[in-house]
């Protein structure tokens, strides 16, 4: 018990992610831990798309299930996980059966290098960000199979537009990446390392490095160059809600003329694979954007504010969330109807709050905060993308067919060309610049 | 030290995988199931990849191959009807000639794997592992510029073909 103590202390002290310190036993804890937040993200945006989404159309949401319908997600888990599960007739019944799988498998495979902060990924790939874009479009064959496979007209056309809309906008997304990862070669040292030869002028594709080298220009790259940095993050921003699929591009799955599209077919626990795929689909993509963009698991600030004084006063923010969170309930607590019916409810609201407020004390303690404080910056950065999606979704009507190809192929695609060479022209500029002042 | 990750087990996996997947891509009557087993296939070589420590090239033959070109595939595929398909024969009456090509090909192989040891380097190239990437971009765009170029060049007036083709007025 001693030697295990010391152990997982022994952990707190090392500065390598478990799989580039090749430690089975914390890359399975570490797999399990984003495996379960992973879940536990999707269950709680399931419940607050619907409430975010009601309130902006100016109704209640869920309110049944549990006080302010809290319970809801879980009790349609239960009827997902207890509904038929029904196979069509004429499908064929194993790419029926496999679509479902490729999908999740695609969406919770990215996680592996996805950085929360310098030690907190499973691991750190040479090849991080070119890992996350190839495997996350493997997602569409399922798509593209699971239409298919249904041998139905609906699920057969959502197929057909989710496949040549991925095609499209990886595109654009690919060169918005680009132009980001030619950023970080820029260390200030010259025209091919000619200020520091030992440190060499090559960039990086993996997660991690990409984070640290926005840290050691200090600039988040939505800021460098600016407005090229804006506009590369803006065209990924585009590109990545039609990488998945959301409104205003939910093409694939347009209700109001493809039923469902791709997956009408599907009942039950299949379903409901798909639609945990599309969250952490989501999830995923939103962290590739806050790791190239958004200066990852830093803090807001690093520069204006600097000094010990504004280094506590952020590492108090994510306990500090918390505890607002649990004061809000228990504002909402205290406002519940005082009816004998709403009793049990009441009480299992201030019991959330109690445990909102129990993590945030948690979160304070001085050990936790120092651990915690990379990942609550990156979740909270991609909490930020996750409001965006439904904020996108209660404001843009659906776009028609040809207006999506149109955006794709003709503006954001000519737009990421123009800006990947403006971006190695500039960046070619300031490196001789360094590198003739350094002479 | 950890033990390797790249060990025989791995490789026979893998090589299992991509050559009974390439099987199943040709005796598969179904269009789509050919284009699954392709998929698994390239998948398992972009393993194989990974085996030789070239995650660059593995990370690439997903995107390009099983992301890229294989939804074009599907997408081609899902329309073509599967009642026609299934009816149709399978393989053609040239297997004469097939066969001696394979033969050709086998005593080709062996040729090579008996005899020509010595035309195989002896370790593969040794690049540091953070360094990979930037080791393979260097190589690109200094040693090999010029042939990259041509390749690329190539493929732009693939491109401009393909939309001249495809397109009745410009």
């Known amino acids: 018990m001693h030697d295990l103590i010391e152990y997982i202390q022994s952990y707190l002290s090392s500065n390598l992610t478990p799989g580039g310190a090749g430690n089975w036993f914390w890359a399975t804890v570490y797999v399990l831990a984003v495996f379960v937040g992973l879940s536990v993200a999707v269950i709680a945006m399931n419940w607050l798309e619907r409430k975010i989404l009601a309130h902006m159309q100016v109704r209640l949401g869920p309110m049944r299930v549990g006080p302010h319908g809290l319970l809801q997600p879980i009790a349609d888990a239960l009827k997902l996980l207890l509904k038929e599960d029904i196979i069509p007739e004429g499908a064929d019944k194993v790419v029926f059966w496999i679509a479902p799988f490729i999908v999740v498998l695609a969406a919770f495979t990215v996680f592996v290098v996805v950085p929360f902060g310098p030690t907190h990924a499973i691991t750190d790939m040479n090849i991080g960000i070119l890992f996350m874009l190839g495997v996350s479009s493997l997602s569409v064959l399922g798509i593209v199979t699971a239409g298919w496979a249904s041998n139905s007209h609906y699920p057969l056309i959502g197929a057909l537009r989710s496949s040549a809309q991925m095609v499209s906008y990886e595109v654009a997304m690919g060169l918005a990446v680009v132009s980001a990862i030619l950023m970080t070669s820029l260390h200030g040292i010259g025209f091919y390392g000619a200020g520091d030869a030992a440190a060499g002028a090559s960039g990086t594709l993996s997660m991690i490095g990409i984070v640290q080298a926005q840290q050691e220009q200090q600039m988040w790259f939505i800021f460098k160059f600016f407005p090229l940095g804006l506009v590369a993050f803006f065209i990924f921003a585009v590109a990545m809600v039609a990488e998945t699929n959301r409104a205003p591009f939910d093409l694939p799955e347009a209700e109001s003329e493809l039923t469902a599209g791709f997956h009408t077919e599907y009942s039950g626990f299949r379903w409901s694979l798909f639609f945990l795929a599309e969250y952490s689909a989501m999830i995923a993509v939103s962290s590739i954007a806050v790791t190239l963009w958004l200066g990852g698991w830093l803090r807001p600030f690093p520069n204006a504010l600097q000094g010990p004084t504004w280094d506590l006063v952020f590492s108090l923010f994510p306990g500090a969330t918390f505890v607002f969170l649990g004061l809000m309930t228990f504002y909402n607590v205290a406002r519940m109807p005082k009816h004998p019916l709403f009793k049990i409810q009441t009480i299992g609201l201030a019991g959330f709050g109690a445990l909102l407020g129990a993590i945030g004390l948690v979160l304070l303690i001085p050990q936790v905060r120092v651990r915690v404080n990379d990942i609550f910056w990156f979740s909270a950065k991609v909490a930020g993308f996750m409001y965006l999606y439904i904020w996108y979704r209660g404001t843009f009507p659906r776009y028609r067919f040809d207006q999506l190809m149109k955006v794709g192929w003709k503006v954001l695609l000519p737009v990421g060309l123009g800006l990947l060479i403006l971006t190695a022209g500039l960046g070619m500029r300031t490196e001789i610049w360094e590198a003739v002042v350094r002479r | ?170």
């Open chain 2, 1 to 170: 030290m950890n033990p390797p990750v790249a060990t025989p087990f791995f490789f026979y996996l893998l090589s299992a995988t991509v050559i009974i997947g390439g099987v199943l891509v040709i005796t598969r009557k179904n269009a789509v199931h050919c284009a699954m087993a392709l998929i698994t296939a390239l998948l398992a070589q972009s393993g194989l990849y990974l085996m030789l420590y070239a995650p660059f090239v593995a990370g690439v033959q997903i995107i390009l191959y099983a992301g890229g070109i294989m939804v074009l595939f599907l997408f081609v595929i899902m329309l073509i009807s599967i009642e026609r398909t299934m009816k149709e024969r399978q393989f053609n009456k040239q297997w004469l000639v097939g066969i001696a090509a394979a033969a050709a090909l086998g005593v080709l192989f062996i040729g090579v794997y008996t005899k020509g040891r010595n035309l195989f380097p002896n370790g593969r190239m040794q690049f540091a592992d953070a360094q990979n990437t930037q080791a393979v971009g260097q190589l690109l765009y200094g040693q090999y510029m010029f042939a990259f170029e041509i390749a690329s060049l190539l493929l732009l007036v693939a491109i401009i073909g393909a939309v001249v083709m495809a397109k009745k007025r410009i």
